[in-house]
């Protein structure tokens, strides 16, 4: 086993993934610093350690904390994620995605910590040539987003390579689900996933929910993803540092389970499960959507013994579900 670890920076620890991955990290006796500029994420998810305000785009912020609080090892995870955004502005996706990863690692550098895991993304492989997605399939990123994040894993793969940091580039499929006590999920403004997006339609939030396709080559002419939950999410994470610091220099691997769910199975189960209806629009297809993605999931298996625990599509509904009741007073 790698030797005890005291604290663990969590860049962008106020949103989603990162919140839940500071839960965790608390739940093993680690302290998780986070480090956030609170544009997307939220101060009430900061719960189990200090929140240091600052930007990813200044470095010096982010050397100052690593500086006063010598942590263990940086999670990353600040970044713009709204694909259709990154089209209209990829200067800011770039700033922030690639630019601020390398301030990180400038940072790093300076003040001597050396493990890293980076938030990935399935977008970098593109239109895949097969699916389940291996690990060793070319990378081809069709969007803005997707090639600001494969830039940062080619920059981590040339530092590690001169042992300047060691690594762990997770890929994440379909993100989902909340902490199962609805006490922290999914808040994004504006929300653009399909899950939350569907059971606000269930409730009769706001206006119905856009169907983005029908006509995909598809069991049931929608689009096919990969749902894996927020938390099985975290758990990968600090399986990747401990293999880390067991002395693997470089990992890559994809997080998902391996089977596929329709956006049409996806209304029917909100509709199983909180017995509404999500009220719906067929519209036309969203630009740069796959019809298939979904993860071999064999090499995260046997590398951290990646075991989705909370991903079959039921959990997944009802844990966001129970977050998005609170979360909305009903
Ligand atoms: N969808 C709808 N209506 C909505 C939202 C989504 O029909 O209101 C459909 C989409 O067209 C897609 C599926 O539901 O077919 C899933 O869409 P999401 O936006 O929930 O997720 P994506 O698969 O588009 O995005 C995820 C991550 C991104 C990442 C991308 C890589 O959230 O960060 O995978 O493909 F870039």
Redesign the pocket.
Known sequence: MGREMKRILVVGGAGYIGSHVCRMIAARGIEPIVFDNLSSGHRHAVKWGPLEVGDIRVQGDIERVLARYKPDAVMHFAAC?E?GEGERSPLRFWTNNTGGALNLLNAMATTGVENLVFSS???VYGQPEFVPISERQACHPL?V??RSKRAVEQILSDVANVGGVRCAILR????AGASPDGDIGEEHDPE????P??LKAAAGIGPK?????TDYPTRDG??I?DYVHVLDLADAHLAALDMLKMGERKIVANLGTGDGVS?LEILGAIERITGLTPKYEVCER?PG??PV?SADTAYAEELLGFNPVRSDIDTIIEDAWRFHRRQWGI
């Open positions: 994620i694909v993304t399935c977008a969007s987003y997707g994440y499929f379909n993100a653009t996933h399909l899950i997006n569907a929910m856009k169907l983005f396709g929608t689009c993803r956006v969203r959507d796959a993605l």
